[in-house]
C-alpha cells in the first residue's frame, strides 16, 4: 500500500480531546478511486461493484482505503492482516488477524468530504453533512427535532437557519452513531443543550442512559458542519476542557 503524500487524499483536521480527526478529499478522482480499490480486500470489492451510483461508490472506496491505510499505520500491521467486523446495527470495527486491536474509530462521508475519528478507547461517532438548503427542513425537523430544538429553529431565518438545522442534526447523529445504533435509536427522544449547538464543546447524557457521559463537540468549518461524540470513562471526567 503506498501512502506517499504525494497520492494521499487524507489529512490531518482536528485533535479532539483524546481523538484525532482525519479529512478525506472525496471529489471526484479516477485514479485515487482505482488505487483505492485495489487496498480493499474481496468482499470490500464486490461491496464497492455494487454500489449503483457512482457519488456513494466513490465515498466508500475512497474512505474505506484511507481508512485502511491510517489504522495500518497506527497499529503497525500489514494490509492484508486487517479487516473489518460489524456490529447487530451495522457499525464497523476493526480485526487484526481476527482480534480487535486496541484502537476505535468511526467515519462519516458527505459530498466532497469525509471525516474519519480514531482514539485509542471508548465509543465514538463522527457525522459530516454538507449543507444545502432543503425544501423538507420543516417537515424533517419535526420529526427529529424536539421542543426545545424546534423553538431554536423557529427564531432563526435564512442562512443561519441552514446552520443551525445542520449543528443540530450532525451533533444527534454523531451521538447514534457513538453509541452505535444509528436511526434505530429514535433521535427526537433527546434534545441537544444550547451550549452544544451555540459551538462549545461539552458533556453530554442521553436521559435514557445517564450513566454513560459523552464529550461532544461540533467541528464544522466553512465548508461542511461536522460533529463528534466520544464516550469518557468516569476517571477523565474531571479533565475536561
Ligand atoms: C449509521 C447511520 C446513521 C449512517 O448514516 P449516513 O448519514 O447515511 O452515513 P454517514 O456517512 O454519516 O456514516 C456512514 C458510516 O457510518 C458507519 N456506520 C454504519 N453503521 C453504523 C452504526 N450503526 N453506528 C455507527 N456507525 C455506523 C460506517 O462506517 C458507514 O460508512 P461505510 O459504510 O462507508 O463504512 C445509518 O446508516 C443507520 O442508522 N444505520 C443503522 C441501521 C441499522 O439499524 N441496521 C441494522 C441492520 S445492519
Redesign the pocket.
Request: overall charge neutral; aromatic content about 12%; charged content about 25%.
Given at each position: 500500500m503506498s501512502t506517499s503524500a504525494a497520492r494521499c487524499w487524507w489529512s490531518s483536521f482536528r485533535e479532539v480531546g483524546s481523538a484525532t480527526v482525519i479529512h478525506v478529499d472525496l471529489t471526484p478522482h479516477a485514479s485515487r478511486e482505482a488505487s483505492s480499490a485495489l487496498w480493499l480486500n474481496e468482499e470490500e470489492r464486490v461491496r464497492w461493484r455494487h454500489y449503483p451510483l457512482p457519488g456513494p461508490r466513490r465515498r466508500?472506496a475512497l474512505?474505506?482505503a484511507a481508512l485502511r491505510a491510517v489504522l495500518c499505520s497506527r497499529i503497525g500491521c500489514s494490509n492484508e492482516r486487517l479487516s473489518f467486523g460489524s456490529?447487530?446495527?451495522?457499525?464497523?470495527f476493526a480485526l487484526v488477524d481476527e482480534a480487535p486491536p486496541a484502537i476505535r474509530f468511526?467515519?462519516?462521508?458527505?459530498g466532497k468530504h469525509g471525516l474519519i475519528a480514531f482514539a485509542p478507547h471508548g465509543r465514538l461517532?463522527v457525522?459530516v453533512e454538507e449543507r444545502i438548503a432543503r425544501r423538507d427542513f420543516d417537515e424533517l425537523g419535526e420529526a427529529v427535532f424536539g421542543p426545545h430544538e424546534q423553538s431554536a429553529l423557529a427564531c432563526v431565518r435564512g442562512c443561519d437557519r441552514v446552520q443551525l438545522f445542520f449543528r443540530l442534526w450532525t451533533i444527534k447523529?454523531a451521538l447514534?452513531?457513538a453509541l452505535?445504533?444509528?436511526?434505530?435509536f429514535d433521535v427526537s427522544r433527546f434534545e441537544v443543550p444550547p451550549v452544544l449547538y451555540q459551538g462549545r464543546m461539552s458533556i453530554f447524557c442521553f436521559p435514557q442512559l445517564p450513566e454513560v457521559h459523552w464529550r461532544v463537540e461540533y467541528i464544522g468549518n466553512e465548508e461542511f458542519s461536522a460533529a463528534i461524540a466520544h464516550e469518557l470513562f468516569p476517571s477523565q471526567l474531571g479533565d475536561q476542557s
Amino acid at each position: 500500500m503506498s501512502t506517499s503524500a504525494a497520492r494521499c487524499w487524507w489529512s490531518s483536521f482536528r485533535e479532539v480531546g483524546s481523538a484525532t480527526v482525519i479529512h478525506v478529499d472525496l471529489t471526484p478522482h479516477a485514479s485515487r478511486e482505482a488505487s483505492s480499490a485495489l487496498w480493499l480486500n474481496e468482499e470490500e470489492r464486490v461491496r464497492w461493484r455494487h454500489y449503483p451510483l457512482p457519488g456513494p461508490r466513490r465515498r466508500f472506496a475512497l474512505c474505506r482505503a484511507a481508512l485502511r491505510a491510517v489504522l495500518c499505520s497506527r497499529i503497525g500491521c500489514s494490509n492484508e492482516r486487517l479487516s473489518f467486523g460489524s456490529s447487530s446495527y451495522g457499525k464497523p470495527f476493526a480485526l487484526v488477524d481476527e482480534a480487535p486491536p486496541a484502537i476505535r474509530f468511526n467515519l462519516s462521508h458527505s459530498g466532497k468530504h469525509g471525516l474519519i475519528a480514531f482514539a485509542p478507547h471508548g465509543r465514538l461517532g463522527v457525522d459530516v453533512e454538507e449543507r444545502i438548503a432543503r425544501r423538507d427542513f420543516d417537515e424533517l425537523g419535526e420529526a427529529v427535532f424536539g421542543p426545545h430544538e424546534q423553538s431554536a429553529l423557529a427564531c432563526v431565518r435564512g442562512c443561519d437557519r441552514v446552520q443551525l438545522f445542520f449543528r443540530l442534526w450532525t451533533i444527534k447523529e454523531a451521538l447514534i452513531k457513538a453509541l452505535g445504533m444509528g436511526f434505530s435509536f429514535d433521535v427526537s427522544r433527546f434534545e441537544v443543550p444550547p451550549v452544544l449547538y451555540q459551538g462549545r464543546m461539552s458533556i453530554f447524557c442521553f436521559p435514557q442512559l445517564p450513566e454513560v457521559h459523552w464529550r461532544v463537540e461540533y467541528i464544522g468549518n466553512e465548508e461542511f458542519s461536522a460533529a463528534i461524540a466520544h464516550e469518557l470513562f468516569p476517571s477523565q471526567l474531571g479533565d475536561q476542557s
